[in-house]
């Protein structure tokens, strides 16, 4: 998918046109009025799934509301699904819901009592607790990007398996690896516009057989309206499902970063310590990535290319690292740039660069620094820098 997602000068500059933002489909799932509902906050067993995606900010822009989550999304367009199946828990039907963000609410699409999904992710077991599903949901992407869209698709999932590994550790529990089957799409009524990214279990394996669920779930379209690039959905119904299960750091101020998380617009460099920028550096990382930290403007720390901590180039790229990304230009307020490349272009690297870079986003927030996720570069510019693909960069400064 490379060659057919390439940003170029010569795609760049046709691209000038303008978006019709009437135009947007929903980037809310929304089942019929008839469903039960029940309000996730009431269900205190279910906070680390009410902090994994949720609306952290709202306002009204062009008589259209604007909501920004807890995770980042390129262009702000929420690619993504989550559906649970819920088995034991108190205070509960135990069934298959999905996640209403705007509402905060549980919507039960099918009740189940000695069926369930669980043959469908590798489990002969009832299991007590949740099953996570995340989709995504091509179209509310491709929208605005073409078949760039395929590498934002993958770089959001990875920031929201990220914020789902962290929201359910915070919470004492802990996640559990399924092996997806393929039938597991159609028996969750999945049509042609909606594909699984990732699948979770937070809970235990029980003791009791399960039989599979035999009736598809209804179904019900992602969006108001749809278009299908026949590259793109080809594309992402090929990937495999991510069931890896990420490192996280833990930090005890959660619930504060998870809500007050927010791409940078603006940097004031002054507002970076030096001892920041190392200990971002310092984050582990995913053996199928490469990270390129460039620092441009520090207090001690000399600027220059880094690796393993040291200064490996001195100079101060910050105009060829600005011109890379775009000509973007709020990033020449920065005092660092991570470059993510990896040794494979694929989805799976995509993810571990969306779920890397979510942790340098949790870990900004953390020291009062903020940070921007950029999908958007050159990508054969980036050669000059490493011969492995480019597939994400993040901009960090002070806190305006
Ligand atoms: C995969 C990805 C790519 C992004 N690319 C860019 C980019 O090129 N330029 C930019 O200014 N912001 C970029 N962003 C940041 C988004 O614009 C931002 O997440 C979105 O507007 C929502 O705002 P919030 O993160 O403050 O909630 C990107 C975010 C993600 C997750």
Redesign the pocket.
Known sequence: MREQTLLTREWVAAKQSFLDWESQPASFKQYPPFCYRVALNDHPSLKWLAQTRCITDEHTIAQRPYR??NV?????LHPIEIYIQIRNVTGLLSGIYHLDVVHEELVMIREIAGEGIEPYVGMEKRFSGVIAILTLVPFRSSWKYALRAWR?LY??LG?QIHALCTSVRHFGFSLTKMSVNERLSTILGMGEDEVIGAVYGVGEMGERSVKALNSPLMRVQPTDYTETIDALMGAVKTAAVYTEIPETLFYEDFLSINRSR??AREFYPNGMSDTVMRELMSIPVPDSLEILPFIFQAHAMQPGLYRNGECAVRGNFNSEIVHLLLD?RFISGSNMVVLIHAEHFSAETHIEAGIYAQELYRTCEHHNAIC?????FYDEEASRWSNKPLL?AVAIGGKV
């Open positions: 920004r989550l980042p999304s390129a262009g702000n934002y770089l959001d920031h927010r791409s973007q921007s996720g950029i999908g958007a994400y």
